[in-house]
């Protein structure tokens, strides 16, 4: 990645189709401007490479850049639920004064780091790092950066690194125990465990959820929304010939994809099959439906997140490890109500 050259208010008002004043109006938080449109300012300037100023300081800060680091494979696919993480986090940075620069890793960067680097020409005083990447690119940016380091929705357990991620295990656990208390015994994992830490967590919930009640979870009620090139949530395969009670969806792109086959074959949701899913990000679930899921508080991570890197930054915190965000079940029409309830 190059350096940028330096970027005026001009471009970035050319680049929304504004004016000058609504654009600086916006950067330095004066009244006048949605908040709509002030977010696609200040996500337009970020993405322009524009040096934030912090409202009401009247100079621009001087609080050093952060890289943010995701994988291509998580956002060549829209809508992408890490893309709009960065958004989040980006105006969370603005907001503190701080500067985010976004990185997308492709497979070979991400595999080989020691022969493309990281992030050339840039200096950096932090590294956000959003969904999992591979070990050996995590730890070289470590080795290479020796800088502050915060990965969101992912773990490990690498010294001197914090974690932020949402409660995918116990998530999905209340999503499994949902549908056991609505009376659907036998039920089908839709997801790719093996895809990514977060998933093989959802999976590990729903299994903990049928073993308390006495339920054993087998490979054969497990079926893949990996596509050839391993990226989840954009296929799936072939439905099962019998028909489980529900299908517990790793993720709403999975159960919109799985509602759509079902329709396919005339199969009534939820008289005959429920669905849920998991994330609350989604949005193309079919008209008149509305997906049961397990809504990630992505706000609270993006918040945290930054507080934290920022905290680490000025050595004002020490790295605490994993923290986990717990989210809550969002209620639809996709899961046959228990007997007896209304």
């Known amino acids: ?16 189709g504004v004016s ?28 322009l490479g524009y040096q934030m100023t912090k409202p009401g300081s009247g100079k621009k800060q001087n609080t050093g850049r952060i890289g943010v680091v995701t994988a291509r494979r998580y956002v060549e696919r829209l809508p992408s ?11 969370e940075l603005n907001r503190k004064g701080s500067q985010p620069v976004l990185e997308v890793v492709d497979e070979n960067r991400e595999q080989m780091p020691h022969r493309s680097g990281g992030f050339p020409g840039q200096d950096f005083v932090g590294i956000i790092m959003i969904g999992e990447l591979s070990r050996a690119y995590i730890r070289w940016i470590r080795k290479e950066y020796q800088i502050p ?22 998530g999905m656990e209340q999503m499994t125990k949902l549908l056991l208390d609505a009376g659907c015994t036998r039920l089908m994992f839709a997801g790719s465990p093996e895809s990514a830490g977060c998933m093989m967590d959802r999976y590990l919930g729903y299994c903990k959820a049928l073993e308390q009640r006495g339920i054993e979870a087998g490979e054969e009620d ?10 989840a949530g954009g296929f799936l395969a072939e439905l099962p010939e019998i028909m489980p009670q529900a299908f517990v969806c790793g993720s709403d792109r999975t159960a919109d ?7 396919e074959r005339g199969i009534r949701i939820p008289e005959e099959v429920s669905v849920t899913g998991f994330d609350h990000y989604y949005s193309g679930i079919y008209e008149g439906m509305r997906l049961t899921t397990y809504e990630t508080d992505w706000k609270a991570m993006a918040q945290i997140t930054v507080s934290t890197i920022l905290g680490r930054i000025s050595g004002q915190k020490k790295a605490e490890g ?11 029409n996709t899961v046959r109500p228990a007997e007896g309830s209304e």
């Open 81 to 91: 639920v890490y893309m709009d993480m960065y958004r989040r986090i980006a105006r």
């Open 257 to 263: 994809i799985l509602i759509g086959r079902l329709l």
């Open 149 to 170: 380091i915060v990965c969101v929705d992912f773990y490990d357990v690498l010294p001197d690194m914090d974690y932020i991620t949402g409660d995918n295990f116990g």
């Open 222 to 231: 497990v079926i893949s929304d990996s596509g050839p090139a391993g990226s």
């Open 20 to 47: 000058i004043v609504t654009v600086s109006n916006a950067l330095n938080g004066r009244k006048g401007v949605s908040d709509e449109l002030r977010d696609k300012i200040c996500s337009t300037a970020l993405a």
């Open 322 to 332: 994993i923290r986990f965000v717990a989210g809550r079940i969002i209620s639809g």
């Open 1 to 16: 990645m190059e350096r940028r050259k330096e970027v005026r208010l001009e471009h970035i008002a050319d680049a929304v």
